[in-house]
């Protein structure tokens, strides 16, 4: 009867044992956490567990514990588990001298009441551990580790178990066989579903890199952006956890938090995927697939041409016409470098509108619709010096973007956003559409896609706008803007506050936290880093 209670101790022991196990996901934990259980369920005074390497066919130490020596090595321990792996197989054949071999090749559970008087098994390696440490091995418990499937995927050594009132060395009881391998293969199971979920995880990380790569290809002047602002985006998240004063004295992200909000970074721009290349980097204002201009110039070379043309067939006529007049020659070639300057004139003057580094004054449209209505001859057929769409893409005011171009850009909002809700995010990863399809909003409702307001913008959200801001502001590595010193974005960073399009507590914990520095420092160039005060 007494015995019946005892078992249903263990019985009941165990089922809490599994439902620990199978809550731990950390591989280093729940492996210290199956040792340290099994050892406690037999009272062993010491344990390793190996798992089984299928490429190679060996037992590795994963975990190794001795409470008389007061050693823990492998795990979450910090110290380095240094002994060598133990081949499954010598010679081609199964090794099952090993006594943890053994088990891990049969699946058969091995339980010897004193190492030192068994046979059957070279127990060389424990007789050696204990010459060199002191040690006395005696009862030894072998148990596998079977999952699901039936397969061995490791294996549980427990040594020298202790008697629960004398704690003297005592062989491991012989009820405990059965009940320890339910207790391993519990453990296999949830050691199973730890490593399932942590590929996976691994292979979701992976995809989202691998997206970002894509979109680093596709652009390489914005292609460092993603990896930079989820750093940006971190560091803020971090240094809000830290703060104990203050309108977010009281926000803790959780883990999970943390993850979602890492998750979401990595993916706010995810909708670039679909915006065209031209477009991301449009680095002139004519540029299409290729830099317009270039037409342009190919242009005006045959409308020079074209000018020199007319002044040698008029001179051919003059001449004969029989009167040799140098006064007349002479006035025709005026007239034609004359228009050739002038010509010349407004090829600079576009190819420099075209950069798009300066504001187009009212004046300056003007000349490039005086420009554009010229016209010169191909194959008999007038054409303007300038089509429509040039004129159009020209004038643009500021930037290199036009109306379309703007739309199209900020369009990979609303898709990251599309494309992120196809996703089915587990629970704790729900927000990861909301906060990276947010980066782009404002405070004062002004933002896009949505136009969403201060009240709908979470601080997730805040956060990602205000890395994604002075990431773009900072970049070095895009050809066509000069990189910014960091004065003058700090200084932008302020209008953006002021034009409440960014949060104001978010942004001084950004600054006035010194975060921007040791971001500038790490990712910035050092020709960019003048004297900022915040
Ligand atoms: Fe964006
Ligand atoms: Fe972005």
Not at 162 to 169: A, G, L, Q
Not at 182 to 195: E, F, G, I, R, Y
Not at 284 to 308: M, V, W, Y
Not at 482 to 492: D, E, G, N, T
């Amino acid at each position: 009867m007494a015995k019946n209670i005892g078992y249903g101790e263990h019985v009941d022991k165990l089922l809490k044992i599994g439902t620990a196990l199978s809550a731990e996901r950390n591989l280093d934990k729940l492996l210290e956490m199956i040792l340290d259980l099994a050892r406690e369920f037999t009272r062993a005074d010491a344990g390793t567990l190996y798992l089984v390497v299928e490429e190679t066919q060996e037992l590795k130490f994963e975990i190794a514990h001795n409470d008389t020596l007061g050693s823990r090595l492998g795990g979450t321990s910090g110290n380095v588990v240094n002994i060598p792996p133990v081949p499954l197989k010598v010679d081609g054949k199964e090794n099952v001298a090993n006594v943890s071999a053994y088990v891990g090749n049969t699946g058969k559970l091995v339980n010897i009441p004193d190492v030192y008087e068994a046979d059957g098994f070279d127990f060389t390696g424990p007789r050696k551990y204990d010459e060199m440490t002191g040690y006395r091995t005696r009862s030894m418990m072998c148990v596998p580790m079977r999952n699901h499937e039936d397969e061995i995927i490791g294996v549980l050594q427990l040594m020298n178990a202790r008697d629960e009132e004398t704690s003297e060395v005592i062989p491991f009881p012989e009820e405990f066989m059965a009940l320890t391998e339910s207790l391993a293969s519990q453990a296999a199971v949830a050691l199973n579903n730890a490593q399932l979920i942590n590929n996976l995880k691994e292979l979701f990380e992976a995809f989202i890199r691998s997206i970002a790569t894509a979109i680093e290809r596709k652009s390489p002047y914005t292609g460092g952006h993603i990896h930079r602002v989820a750093d940006l985006t971190m560091r803020i998240a971090r240094r809000v956890n830290d703060l104990d004063e203050g309108p977010y004295a009281n926000i803790k992200f959780s883990e999970d938090e943390m993850e979602e909000l890492r998750i979401a970074a990595w993916m706010h721009d995810i909708g670039k995927i679909t915006t065209p290349e031209h477009v991301v980097d449009k680095a002139t204002k004519l540029e299409t697939i290729f830099d317009r201009i270039d037409l342009i110039e190919t242009r005006f070379e045959s409308i020079r041409r074209e000018i020199e043309n007319q002044a040698l067939r008029l001179k051919v006529k003059i001449l004969s016409n029989g009167s040799v007049s140098e006064v007349k020659i002479k006035k025709v070639d005026a007239e034609m470098e004359k228009k050739i300057e002038q010509l010349e004139d407004d090829l600079d003057f576009i190819v420099a509108t075209n950069m798009g580094g300066e504001f187009m004054a009212d004046e300056k449209i003007e000349r490039l619709e005086k420009i554009a209505r010229q016209s010169y001859k191909v194959n008999g057929e007038e054409r303007p010096f300038l089509s429509e769409n040039e004129v159009y893409n020209l004038s643009i005011k500021k930037g290199t973007l036009n109306k379309e171009d703007r739309l199209k850009i900020e369009d990979h909002a609303l898709v990251s956003i599309e494309m992120l809700r196809e996703l089915p995010f587990p629970k704790k990863l729900a927000h990861v559409p909301e906060y990276a399809g947010g980066h782009h909003e404002k405070l004062n409702g002004k933002g896009y896609p949505f136009g969403l307001t201060a009240e709908q913008l979470s601080l997730q959200a805040r956060i990602m706008a205000v890395a994604d801001i002075f990431e773009a502001l900072t970049a070095h590595d895009r050809p066509y803007k000069r990189p910014m010193p960091l004065s003058k974005a700090v200084q932008i960073m302020g209008f953006f506050v002021k034009d409440e399009e960014l949060d104001p507590d978010v942004v001084d914990v950004f600054l006035k936290g010194g975060i921007f520095m040791e971001y500038a420092q790490e990712e910035m160039d050092p020709t960019q880093l003048d004297e900022v005060n915040v």
